[in-house]
């Protein structure tokens, strides 16, 4: 019991637990009130028995205004704790039951490996439609567990970065040709434009990867039918610019301001069954911003949307 | 003479899957369920490989990889970290105790981890 009110009163420990910044957090929030209640409280009373008669009735009137400002004080934030306290539960068990699903799904991708592999025996044309539906959903559960790992990382702040001084062209010629097969299945063009010279940036090469893995993605699977994706890197002052443009379906006008939301899913992209999970986009920005930079799209319906981001360059 | 492969993983599952796998591939498997038969295995028979899960039972996968670099005679055995663990500094760790790679088991395809088993064993 002891132990926990010592730790309970280690505040930026508890701001910390909540993923929180010392702003955000009910604690800090709690001590600051505190001491500008007593501040103040101190100069009214200074005040008080200065100009005023009868300073005694002052002075109750102060302390009883005091305490009942305290007492409030302390209801708010102990609700406010709550509530962040909750927040904390849930990304935790996203966390662990995302965890806990990797192995499962692992075997099950493996098994079904083998089991196409003809290593178990030969398998008909009519098995191998049914072993490519579970593949591909055994996929879809992979990418929907890594991206809710990811999610629940940067919620609590524990998102681990490895800065180095790394080039973006090579990671996105490497997707590039990762993905064409993937492209030429869907009859889709891709053009890469770099510019000369780029200025290479210090960020986490694996994470830039998932960024525009998740963007490239996007450009793909929202094109319908035949279509083009043009990359674009280039220096722009003294940042790095990154644009991927498709001809794809387009973000409605009124779903633009939520498309970096979590789990949000445009209208039509619902509508034309392509699949998804809405975490991409909100990836893609957190990232990014980790990094200094920023992140940005145009989009006409039925046209195409165009999603950019930049990275500071001198760091 | 077939090349050994000591298998230490907790999971059954995997350990058929692999198994039967690698196995047809014409290699002799050894499987350990935890770390503690891992250890005492990897020095009764000093298999060729050794492929490693992290989170084990008894003694987990980041001691029995010190504990076999750390002995002379079974030091030079490659290490294969096969793991779901994905944490910068816990792959960083494995690297720095001397593992030859470590592997993501979301990231890969069955055929993609025997290829790089097969490349550890300088096949």
């Not at chain 1, 510019?195 to 210090?202: A, I, S, T, W």
């Not at chain 1, 090469?205 to 929202?222: G, K, M, S, T």
């Not at chain 2, 907790?10 to 050894?30: N, V």
């Not at chain 2, 779901?84 to 993609?112: H, R």
Request: proline residues 3%; aromatic residues 8%; neutral net charge.
């Amino acid at each position: 019991m002891n132990r926990r009110f010592i730790e309970e009163l280690n505040i930026t420990a508890q701001c910390k637990r909540y993923g929180l910044s010392l702003w955000q957090c009910p604690q800090f929030l709690f001590l600051i009130m505190g001491l500008i209640i007593i501040g103040s409280t101190l100069s009214t009373y200074t005040i008080g028995t200065r100009y005023i008669e009868d300073p005694e009735i002052v002075a109750l009137i102060v302390l009883i205004l005091t305490t009942i400002l305290f007492i409030i004080a302390f209801i708010i934030t102990r609700s406010f704790e709550r509530l962040a306290e909750a927040n904390r539960m849930k990304s935790e068990f996203v966390k662990i039951v995302s965890h806990q699903l990797r192995s499962p799904i692992t075997n099950l991708s493996w098994a079904i490996d083998i089991l196409m592999s003809g290593e178990m025996g030969k398998v008909e044309e009519k098995q191998t439609e049914y072993l490519k539906i579970l593949k591909e959903n055994s996929s879809r559960m992979i990418d929907l567990v890594k991206d809710l790992l990811i999610v629940s990382r940067i919620e609590e702040g524990s998102l681990m970065i490895k800065r180095e001084k790394i080039s973006i062209e090579p990671i996105i010629k490497k997707l590039i040709s990762r993905f064409e097969p993937f492209v030429l299945a869907s009859n889709v063009e891709i053009k890469f434009e770099a510019g000369e010279n780029l200025p290479q940036v210090f960020i986490d090469a694996h994470q830039i990867e998932i960024v525009i893995e998740n963007l490239f993605d996007n450009a793909i699977r929202y094109i319908k039918g035949e279509g083009e994706i043009k990359i674009k890197l280039k220096q722009r002052d003294k940042t790095l610019y990154f644009e991927i443009k498709d001809t794809g379906v387009g973000i409605p006008k009124d779903d633009q301001k939520f498309i970096f939301q979590k789990f949000f899913r445009s209208e039509n992209a619902i509508r034309q069954q392509t699949q998804g999970s809405g975490l991409g986009l909100f990836i893609a920005k957190s990232i990014i911003e980790r990094f200094d930079g920023q992140i940005g799209f145009e989009s006409e319906e039925n046209k195409g949307s165009t999603f950019w981001f930049t990275l500071p360059i001198n760091q | 003479m077939a090349k050994t492969i000591l298998f230490i993983e907790d999971e059954l599952a995997l350990q058929k899957t692999f198994g039967d796998i690698l196995r047809r591939g014409g290699y002799e498997m050894i499987s350990a369920l935890d770390g503690e038969t891992g250890l005492r295995l990897i020095k009764e028979k000093k298999p060729n490989l050794i492929l490693l899960d992290l989170i084990l039972p008894k003694i987990n996968g980041f001691d029995v990889l010190k504990k076999t670099k750390e002995n002379p005679e079974t030091k030079e055995i490659p290490v294969i970290v096969l793991t779901n663990l994905e944490g910068v500094g816990d792959l960083d760790k494995v690297i720095e105790l001397g593992a030859t790679t470590y592997l993501v088991k979301t990231q890969y395809s069955l055929e993609e981890v025997v290829e790089k088993i097969k490349k550890a064993l300088g096949e």
